[in-house]
């Protein structure tokens, strides 16, 4: 009598199959930072294009107008002028950004947020928003809790921005005084009759470079390449300002009622900056410094890169920034934005000559103010 055997049935044990998972754990583990990493790499390659296209967006700006665009902020008290007409640098740039359509439709003779400038100041401009900021693009409102909140409407944010000077108060950290004779140029700038006159070091583009009194509108010729004695190659032009008007703090966004605040012991208002919107001129950099504590307040050592700007969350000011002041200059007419980006160990920026550079944020501030300087005769070498 033949015997038949059954057959045989093979398959993973428990222990076989916890095996392989945690095999398998492991692999995720070892790979999914070199994924991280490969894709951050990624974003910051194309964030460097973004500052790339900018700055062959200025240099083809100024081969066809001999000049730099400049950011318009009329002053209300002269006569005829309004603040309805301010323009920022990067709107001028919107024609050599594949943007023409928004430029053609944009008004320049009123505010970024009248008539139909509202809602072509919510366009999100791709070559605006680094893809590494992780809310790239979001609208900047008015400063809540502000009193008054004199810029009522939203535009679309940009993570790149003009460099327009230095705020005084920065050399305090360097030398110990606000206004270095002989070490930079200093110009001063009064708003006559409005605010008090205060001094600021100029940057690679020009700040209303002659206002015609009627109008509030440019009128003479511009500051250009040929202003630029330190070199192009030598000089920023354009800061990486990402997360924008959000207040981030070493990579963490703040929330009214953090412990993490530097203007009010509220909670009902929401930290924000003055500037972000690439329609606004208050989107300018102005560079301050910052100090490391308790939570990156401007005006310290550190270049950038530990914030993203000066929280405004509850501060009362008037429209003209008379109230409130930082190192020196109305927030209301400059903005509290910073060099900053989420990208590790520094931040992009481009140069007069529209290259991009990485600059490290731990370099020193002496140094890094030396290239925001156009005409300031330092020796990068020697800083």
Not at 251 to 259: D, E, I, S
Not at 287 to 292: A, D, I, K, V, Y
């Amino acid at each position: 009598m033949k015997r038949y055997r059954s057959a045989g049935y093979s398959g993973f044990t428990l222990v076989e199959l916890l095996v392989v998972i945690a095999i398998l754990g492991i692999l995720v583990g070892l790979l999914l930072p070199a994924v991280q990493a490969a894709r951050e790499a990624a974003r910051r390659m194309q964030c460097s294009n973004n500052a790339k296209q900018i700055g062959l967006a200025f240099h083809n700006f100024e081969s066809a107008r001999r000049q730099l665009p400049t950011s318009l902020r009329p002053p209300s008290n002269i006569s005829g002028a309004t603040e309805q007409s301010r323009v920022s640098v990067l709107t001028d740039l919107l024609p050599f950004l594949e943007q023409n359509v928004i430029f053609e439709r944009y008004n320049k003779g009123i505010n970024w947020n009248q008539g139909t400038n509202i809602a072509l100041s919510q366009t999100r401009i791709p070559s605006f928003v680094c893809p590494s900021n992780p809310q790239g693009g979001a609208l900047d409102t008015a400063p809540p809790g502000s009193t008054p909140a004199f810029i009522p409407g939203m535009a679309s944010a940009t993570d790149y921005s003009p460099v327009f000077g230095i705020a005084p108060g920065i050399f305090t950290q360097l030398i110990g005084t606000a206004s270095p004779p002989g070490l930079f140029r200093d110009p001063a700038e009064i708003f006559a009759g409005v605010n008090p006159p205060y001094t600021y070091v100029p940057g690679f583009f020009p700040k209303n470079a002659t206002i015609n009194p009627s109008t509030g509108l440019q009128t003479s010729k511009g500051f250009g390449f040929s202003n630029v004695s330190d070199g192009l190659s030598n000089t920023i032009a354009i800061a990486e300002s990402a997360g924008r008007p959000f207040v981030y703090v070493r990579g963490r966004q703040l929330n009214g009622g953090n412990a993490l605040r530097d203007t009010d012991a509220s909670s009902t208002n929401t930290d924000r900056l003055n500037s972000g919107g690439w329609s606004r001129p208050a989107s300018d950099i102005i560079l301050f410094g910052s100090t490391s504590a308790p939570i990156g307040v401007l005006g310290g050592p550190l270049a950038f890169n530990f914030t993203n700007g000066h929280n405004i969350r509850g501060l009362t000011y008037t429209a003209q920034g008379i109230a409130a002041t930082i190192l020196g200059l109305p927030i209301a007419t400059h903005g509290t934005g910073a060099p900053y980006a989420f990208h590790t160990g520094g931040a992009h920026f481009t140069m007069g000559d529209g290259s991009v550079q990485f600059l490290n944020a731990n370099m020193d501030l002496r140094t890094f103010i030396g290239r925001a300087t156009p005409a300031g005769g330092e020796v990068i070498t020697d800083l």
